[in-house]
Structures are given as C-alpha cells and as structure tokens.
C-alpha cells in the first residue's frame, strides 16, 4: 500500500523554467491538496480539489496551475519558475472533507530550488 | 485575519522534562482540531485529532491535547518527553474543504 507517492524528491531549476510535481495515491481519496512549507512559516495551501474534474484555490494559488483528471494523479505545474517558489512542496490526500473524521495522509515532499 | 498561531518557534528539553506547546485559532463556529508531527526527513504524520465530545484528547506516543473552547485553544502536552520526540509539531483547524496549518514548533529533545 504506497499511500501518497510524491515524484521527484528533489529538483533544481532556473529562472523561467517550467516543472511539473506529481502525486499519485492509491486509496481512492476523493480530496487531494498541495501546500508549501517555508521555514517559520508552516504549511500554506496551494490548490486543492474535492474530485476528479474539480479544483480549487487555496491560499497562495499564484504562480501554479493543477489538473485532477482522474481520482488517482494531482499533478502540480510551475510554468515559469521563480525565486519565491523555492520551498518544499507536500501532497496529501483524504477520503473525504476534513471538516468530517478524516485526517490527512501526506507524500515525502518534493524539495524545489529556485536559482 | 483567521489564522492558527502557535506561540513557541523552537523548544528545548532535557529527556523527561514535560511538554506543553500551544495553539490557539481564530475561526468561528464548530472547528475540528489537530496535531501532526514531522520526523526530521519525514513527512507530517497525525498525532491525535479533536472533533467533538471529552475535550482532553489522547494520541499516540503518550501525547495529548486539551480543546478549551473559550480560549480557542488546542494545546498538546507531553508528561516526559524522549529524545526521539525531536520533531516539529504543527497545530491544524479543518475548514470546510480544506486544512490550515499553524506555523510550526521545532521541539529538540537533548538526552
């Protein structure tokens, strides 16, 4: 049982590249998410979307684009890569809306660098 | 602005010294409250989780957490912390869709 599988485990890109994360999981979670972790700074919310087809902004949505084409994959797109985006970005997943009994499951991060 | 604040950046212990980290949120209405822990190099894994009924929580590892609503508190406590509890502890409120992060509290367990 994989869970939430995060690829690559790291990148370095420059300016004005273009990337895109991927996450896959395996337990057929309807609500999956992006965030970004920033030193002081906790987890900020991307996108997130509550089904296939469906997405959604979160709190710092700028600078990144997602798809939900099927249930399984939440790719994340950086189209033209920036300082600011150097972070580590996590995925996470859950069965359902987590205002109900369903806590997040998280992938092993991806560590972006920006130069 | 609606947030989840976690008041210390960087706590260190001696091996069986207590823990309390605190957390406090300013959403309105019925929220749903958390504790996830990050191992260094390891993603967030859940502690323990507050939805509703006995406001004192237990989660795994001997920690638990007490929800005082009046406060809007959600503090995590440990009675005799380990050094492997070395870790960075995050508070978590569960809006409707989605989850928001406190900023985080590194905890360093010396032996």
């Known amino acids: 049982n994989a869970g939430v599988t995060q690829t690559p485990k790291f990148r370095i890109l420059k300016i004005g590249q273009s990337m895109t994360l991927q996450c896959a999981q395996d337990?057929?979670?309807?609500?999956m998410y992006w965030y970004r972790q920033d030193p002081g700074m906790g987890l900020k919310l991307i996108y997130y979307?509550?089904?296939?087809?469906?997405?959604d902004k979160g709190e710092v949505p700028n600078g990144y684009n997602v798809s939900r084409s099927t249930t399984e994959d939440f790719p994340l797109r950086l189209e033209l890569a920036a300082p600011s985006q150097t972070s580590v970005y996590f995925c996470?997943?859950?069965?359902?809306?987590?205002?109900?009994?369903?806590?997040?499951?998280f992938g092993n991060g991806t560590r972006l660098t920006v130069t | 602005a609606q947030s989840v604040s976690q008041h210390n950046h960087h706590v260190i212990l001696s091996e069986a010294a207590s823990l309390e980290l605190g957390c406090n949120y300013s959403?309105?209405?019925?929220?749903?409250l958390f504790w996830y822990v990050q191992y260094p190099g390891q993603h967030l894994q859940l502690l323990l989780k507050?939805?509703?009924?006995?406001?004192l929580v237990k989660g795994i590892k001997g920690f638990e957490a007490e929800f005082i609503k009046s406060k809007f508190s959600f503090n995590l406590r440990k009675p005799s912390v380990q050094w492997s509890d070395t870790a960075e502890y995050f508070c978590?409120?569960?809006?409707?869709?989605?989850?928001?992060f406190g900023a985080g509290t590194r905890l360093t367990v010396k032996p």
């Open positions: 959403y309105g209405g019925t929220v749903n």
């Open positions: 979307s509550v089904g296939a087809g469906i997405t």
């Open positions: 996470a997943s859950s069965y359902s809306t987590p205002k109900g009994n369903s806590p997040l499951h």
């Open positions: 978590a409120v569960n809006l409707i869709n989605d989850m928001r």
């Open positions: 507050y939805f509703s009924g006995d406001p």
């Open positions: 337990m057929n979670h309807n609500y």
